[in-house]
């Protein structure tokens, strides 16, 4: 049975740990106010439009016609699935802050491993979901016969496609952020070899 040694970072080492977990911290604390915007973006997007319907004689008939983001389940969707990714990115922001007072090496670092991946594909499915049903309002299916409805609902389809850039940059940061924490994850297994083998 071979000794276990744990041996800390020392000198240049411990600096370019520090400056590594300071950069994945920037990227979350980014990534997390790119998927809360987006998600309060889509969640407060909502527009009420007034229209004529039919004319009887010389008197209009009007309807009042509101577009919002829970009429579609792909924004829903959309909408929940940004807001889970922002509560895990505040999530690992605190303890990326507050862990220091713990060791949570080797399963802790699988986990957050797993869990930005996990995060990833929701981000992924969410504003992939509601760039199909985006694309859809903006220009309609000749073949389904489904009107484009961006040209009556204007603000509502910008604000829309506010909240996708926004969530299409929480998902690129995600995807660094996931990369550095299996790099990381790596790096520890290959170093707890090393120190196990004689």
Same mark, same amino acid.
């Given at each position: 049975?071979?000794?276990?040694?744990?041996?800390?970072?020392?000198?240049?080492?411990?600096?370019?740990?520090?400056?590594?977990?300071?950069?994945?911290?920037?990227?979350?604390? #980014?990534?997390?106010?790119?998927?809360?915007? /987006?998600?309060?973006?889509?969640?407060?997007?909502?527009? !009420?439009? !007034?229209?004529?319907?039919?004319? *009887?004689?010389?008197?209009?008939?009007? @309807?009042?016609?509101? /577009?919002? $983001?829970?009429?579609?389940?792909?924004?829903?969707?959309?909408?929940?699935?940004?807001?889970? #990714?922002?509560?895990?990115?505040?999530?690992? *922001? /605190?303890?990326?802050?507050?862990?220091?007072? $713990?060791?949570?090496?080797?399963?802790?670092?699988?986990?957050? @491993?797993?869990?930005?991946?996990?995060?990833?594909?929701?981000?992924?499915?969410?504003?992939?979901?509601?760039?199909?049903? @985006?694309?859809?309002?903006?220009?309609?299916?000749?073949?389904?016969?489904?009107?484009?409805? %961006?040209?009556?609902?204007? =603000?509502? %389809?910008?604000?829309? @496609?506010?909240?996708? *850039? /926004?969530?299409?940059?929480?998902?690129?940061?995600?995807?660094? *952020?996931? =990369?550095?924490?299996?790099?990381?994850?790596?790096?520890?297994?290959? !170093?707890?070899?090393?120190?196990?083998?004689?």
């Amino acid at each position: 049975m071979a000794l276990q040694i744990e041996e800390k970072p020392t000198g240049s080492m411990a600096v370019v740990e520090r400056k590594k977990d300071w950069v994945l911290l920037v990227l979350r604390v #980014v990534a997390f106010l790119a998927t809360a915007s /987006a998600t309060l973006v889509m969640a407060l997007n909502k527009q !009420t439009i !007034t229209m004529v319907v039919a004319t *009887i004689g010389n008197t209009p008939i009007k @309807a009042s016609l509101t /577009a919002k $983001f829970q009429h579609t389940p792909a924004f829903v969707f959309f909408v929940v699935a940004n807001g889970m #990714v922002s509560f895990h990115n505040l999530l690992m *922001i /605190a303890v990326n802050l507050f862990a220091h007072k $713990f060791d949570y090496k080797g399963l802790g670092l699988a986990m957050v @491993a797993i869990l930005d991946m996990a995060n990833v594909g929701l981000v992924s499915g969410g504003v992939n979901a509601a760039v199909f049903m @985006a694309e859809l309002g903006k220009n309609g299916n000749d073949h389904a016969r489904w009107n484009k409805i %961006c040209d009556k609902f204007e =603000s509502f %389809c910008n604000h829309g @496609a506010g909240a996708l *850039i /926004a969530s299409f940059v929480g998902l690129a940061l995600m995807l660094i *952020i996931s =990369s550095i924490s299996i790099t990381k994850l790596v790096k520890l297994k290959s !170093t707890h070899l090393q120190l196990v083998q004689p």
